[in-house]
């Protein structure tokens, strides 16, 4: 809780008791999620201690302190005679309290918390009495307007009852919080009732008329005045809230740590900070020793991010602090080994520090439980929920030096070990038999060491380029995605020799991409399709498969004929994997890159799928381009063609709104079979093709996926979308 630091204390009052029933069953109305009264509250808590805050109710309603429960502090306003009168109320509460008290209305919701503090340390540093929020409208609406002196100097608030032309030009409004001392507010409040005078604008005039010493503090997003009044006004709150969560400024404005479809990421800097590297690590750290795993311990590791190495060390350091023994590995490492560590060491957890292919000012921490699975999103929430709970003196940490001499931290290698388990599964001695040359671009990232020690224990000869630590990854985003492999491409199509296979990995090595014999990008849906059949048809290996809902039913067709199962599951690998151990399914995959084979990681692994692809092609003796036709002529053609755009928190709320309201019926021209929301927007069309509209869940990108018959129809497809995303 972000409380202003060396200043007077501060007491609230949250004015909940509304003019009639209309009103106060707003409060208790749904907000995008909590309930108008519980996010005016989130706000205020945020500022102010929840036990220093009192909030005023009706005297026959029940409903609020029935639904926010008995924890609070309520006091009851047994008329309706106006702010004023109802912060009387509050007296017994506030009586002998040296200090400032924040006033707030219920019904503000849409109010940030920076704002109030923004309001505190105006009134403090102006050594006000009396201080007000106000913010600059074009429309002021119902509001009170601000008039000033020549010299900024507040002098009257008009209500918007008696304004006069003039006053109606007056663009800055009275917000409605306040910020008062104590010394004179009920004092002032006292005097005023016996006068008949109940408002608090009308104690804030009586303070202007007394000379006293104002202050304001003026907001600039006037989204945090939209009034609830009506059914309508919440239904745009609720628009404002939902854009402010898909907002990027929402985590840099309340350094909260949130995690996406692949763990936490953030930009360094903001949300990416090793102060929530420690709070995310005590939070963790509790859950272990809540569920008494403390004696498992964690593994944790890094890549080669800036930041990554010395988040290892904080991680390290709270988690002996806890009492909770750290296997540190010692080099920079792939994912993939991080997900191997769990199970292969019996941890309660493993760690590593990564943003996967996320720009080079990006970090974060992918978390992955005992058997080696990522956590769900209902793990997740309350890790990171009691994580931005916590301060920095919530964290129990010692030093590392002293971790280490006591045995906490002990420094390991696993190098050995997870290579192992990779030729275990792959044939090396099949690969040897092959002669094939290979080039791998390691994107600056981490797969060199472990990759490059499989295909020279199978002797296949290879060269690596980009394979040299740089934390900027070349200036750009270590996605192996067509537009950044061309000197991959280059190389294979133009080196005088003959190479068999380009493959890429992303910066963290559990994404691959590969570019076949004649230099040719192949797409993910078209690798996985031919590592199931390689898995069921040559390794003999019986099974279904899993794919999530961005990729290629070609997969599923295969399944079909091979009289298997297969599966469609949402976007995130921890689906993917759910589903394989549904289903014992023999591959599970993604469109992004992703892949894993029952037996091995429960994650992605760009490591393995490398090998096993280079297996592939030495076991079979065909080129790739080969293969593929071969199991095309098992499943037809489909082609996919995938789009991305800047996704705006605008977008966020309109897309899903626009198609509930007026869901199409053709989609260029093409008949809708139907359409599921459960991860995005996706649209079945005659004849098997289908389009996706779907928002990243790691990055500000609304991402568009089609898939149809044939090359024309996929790109009217993906003009559709475009068009109806940019309407």
């Known amino acids: ?29 749904p907000l995008a999620g909590p309930t108008v009264i519980e996010q005016t509250l989130a706000t205020v808590t945020a500022v102010v201690p929840a036990q220093d805050v009192v909030i005023v109710v009706a005297e026959h309603d029940t409903a609020v302190r029935e639904h926010l429960g008995e924890s609070w502090n309520y006091v009851v306003q047994t008329v309706q005679a106006g702010t004023g009168d109802a912060v009387r109320c509050a007296r017994f509460q506030l009586a002998g309290f040296d200090g400032d008290v924040l006033i707030a209305y219920g019904d503000t919701p849409l109010l940030r918390a920076a704002s109030l503090r923004g309001l505190l340390w105006r009134h403090r540093l102006k050594d006000a009495q009396f201080s007000l929020l106000t913010a600059v409208l074009a429309d002021g609406h119902d509001y009170g307007r601000i008039e000033r002196d020549a010299a900024g100097r507040i002098t009257e608030i008009v209500e918007a009852t008696d304004l006069s032309e003039a006053t109606q030009r007056i663009t800055e409004v009275n917000v409605g919080a306040y910020v008062a001392d104590n010394a004179i507010l009920i004092p002032e409040l006292d005097v005023m009732a016996a006068t008949g005078e109940h408002r608090l604008t009308e104690l804030a005039e009586r303070l202007i008329a007394q000379g006293r010493q104002l202050a304001s503090y003026a907001i600039v997003d006037a989204d945090e005045v939209q009034g609830i009044n009506t059914d309508a006004e919440l239904r745009a709150a609720a628009d404002i809230v939902l854009k402010r969560l898909f907002a990027p400024r929402h985590a840099i404005e309340t350094g909260e740590i949130a995690f996406g479809t692949g763990g936490w990421r953030a930009l360094i800097g903001e949300g990416f900070t090793i102060h929530n590297v420690r709070r995310l690590c005590q939070a963790i750290a509790n859950e272990i020793t809540r569920t008494g795993r403390e004696r498992m311990g964690v593994v944790i590791g890094g890549d080669r991010r800036f930041l990554s190495r010395e988040s290892v060390v904080a991680a390290a350091e709270v988690f002996a602090g806890n ?142 380029i980009h394979e040299r630590h740089n934390p900027l990854f070349g200036g750009r985003s270590p996605a192996p995605d067509p537009e950044r492999l061309s000197t991959l491409i280059d190389i294979v199509r133009n080196s005088g020799r003959r190479i068999d296979l380009g493959m890429a990995t992303d910066g963290d090595a559990d994404r691959i991409a590969i570019i076949d014999e004649q230099g040719r990008y192949v797409s993910t849906n078209d690798l996985l399709l031919l590592v199931y059949w390689y898995l069921h048809e040559v390794r003999g290996e019986r099974g279904g498969v899993v794919r999530n809902l961005a990729t290629t039913h070609l997969l599923d067709r295969l399944a079909d004929a091979f009289g298997e199962e297969h599966r469609e599951v949402p976007v995130g690998f921890k689906h993917i994997t759910a589903g394989m151990d549904a289903i014992d399914a023999v591959l ?75 869901a199409p019926s053709e989609v260029a021209g093409y008949p ?28 500000p990108v609304l991402r568009m996926f089609v898939e149809a018959e044939t090359p024309e129809k996929a790109d009217q497809l993906i003009a559709w979308l475009e068009s109806f995303a940019s309407a």
């Open 1 to 29: 809780m972000a409380i202003l630091a060396n200043t007077r204390p501060v007491k609230a009052v949250v004015l909940a008791a509304g003019h009639d029933d209309a009103t106060r069953d707003l409060l208790l109305r």
């Open 588 to 662: 599970g995959g993604e469109s992004s890159g992703g892949l894993t084979v029952r037996g091995h990681i429960k994650g992605k692994d760009g490591v393995f799928a490398c090998a096993l692809v280079v297996e592939m092609l030495a076991r079979t003796g065909k080129t790739f381009s080969q293969l593929l036709e071969t199991v095309y002529a098992i499943t037809g053609r489909l082609y996919q063609v995938e789009h991305g755009v800047p996704a705006t928190p605008d977008m966020r709320v309109e897309l899903p709104r626009r198609m509930a309201s007026a």
């Open 323 to 464: 009492g909770i023994g750290v296997h540190l590995l010692v080099e920079d490492v792939p994912t993939p080994l991080v997900t191997f560590a769990a199970p292969h060491l019996g941890t309660a957890y493993s760690l590593i520090f990564t943003a996967s292919h996320n720009p080079p000012q990006w970090n974060g921490l992918k978390v992955f439980r005992a058997d080696g699975s990522l956590p769900l999103e209902d793990e997740t929430d309350a890790l990171t929920a009691e994580a931005n709970s916590f301060s920095q003196a919530d964290v129990v940490s010692i030093g590392l030096d002293l971790a280490s001499a006591v045995g906490l931290v002990t420094e390991v290698d696993l190098t050995n070990p997870y290579i192992d388990a990779i030729e275990r599964i792959v044939d090396v001695t099949v690969i040897r038999e092959a002669g094939l040359r290979v080039v791998v671009d390691a994107m600056y990232g981490t797969s060199q060491l472990t990759l490059g020690t499989i295909l020279s224990d199978a002797r296949v000869r290879t060269e690596f």
């Open 672 to 699: 809708v079979c139907g359409i599921d929301t459960y991860d995005g927007i996706k649209i079945h069309l005659e004849g098997g093709a289908w389009a996706l509209l779907r928002f990243s869940g790691t990055e």
